[in-house]
């Protein structure tokens, strides 16, 4: 399977636990982004990623959410002290390098908080 | 407000008819992306426009992008259940990659 993968799909957390969530890019594709949508809104960007560095964490919120991408492995997004409200689905998607603009997306991992 | 404005949210039709999704915006766009979403899935990329009065097709479904690049249309032809569901238009709102999604149209075909 060559496409964005993500992982567990399913996560349910009760208020106080962290989550983590992670996605592998495309092959080939070096950049990832996140992206949330919460239940009847629409996708809002998250936090972009390339390997080692945060290009741009303009969606992220400042308290407990924190984003990385390592050398080696996936990209996870981790979610500290989870409240309810942080209940969603939350989708990666990767890019080449070369044409950021057309990203192509993991099915993402819906996270319910009790 | 939403920086990309989708109509209508909502189309119920039936199998065989036509239909036209619009998009639009009062900022230019340097493309703009076009996306289904299942139920319970991620967003499938349908198609890249790039140019201004650009026109793509992809089996029974048009895809233009106006002129001024700041609206761009779907138009299905002969509608089937298959084609049933959110269809969502995205782009690159200024030099970043980040994108920036309108709120969707959610599109039932009944057979």
């Known amino acids: 399977n060559a496409g964005v993968m993500q992982n567990p799909r399913h996560l349910v957390r009760r208020r106080g636990q962290e989550a983590r969530l992670r996605c592998s890019p495309m092959?080939?594709?070096?950049?990832v982004y996140w992206y949330r949508q919460l239940p009847e809104e629409g996708l809002k960007f998250m936090v972009y990623l390339q390997k080692e560095n945060i290009i741009d964490e303009s969606g992220m919120p400042k308290e407990r959410f924190s984003a990385e991408f390592p050398k080696e492995g996936p990209s996870i997004l981790r979610i500290q002290q989870v409240v309810r409200g942080d209940s969603a689905a939350y989708f990666c998607a990767s890019s080449l390098a070369t044409s950021g603009y057309e990203q192509y997306f993991g099915p993402g991992t819906r996270l319910t908080v009790t | 407000t939403q920086l990309l404005e989708q109509s209508p949210q909502f189309l119920s039709i039936q199998e065989g008819e036509n239909l036209t999704v619009y998009c639009n915006s009062s900022?230019?766009?340097?493309?703009l992306q076009w996306y289904r979403q299942e139920p319970g899935e991620g967003p499938v990329l349908l198609v890249t426009?790039?140019?201004?009065?650009e026109v793509k097709k992809l089996k029974r479904l048009t895809f233009q992008f106006g002129d001024a690049r700041k609206d761009s249309s779907l138009h299905i032809t002969a509608a089937q259940p298959g084609d049933t569901g959110l269809y969502l238009c995205a782009g690159p709102p200024g030099a970043g990659n980040m994108l920036t999604f309108g709120g969707g149209t959610r599109l039932m075909v009944k057979p």
């Open positions: 092959k080939g594709h070096s950049h």
């Open positions: 900022s230019v766009f340097s493309s």
């Open positions: 426009v790039v140019t201004g009065g």
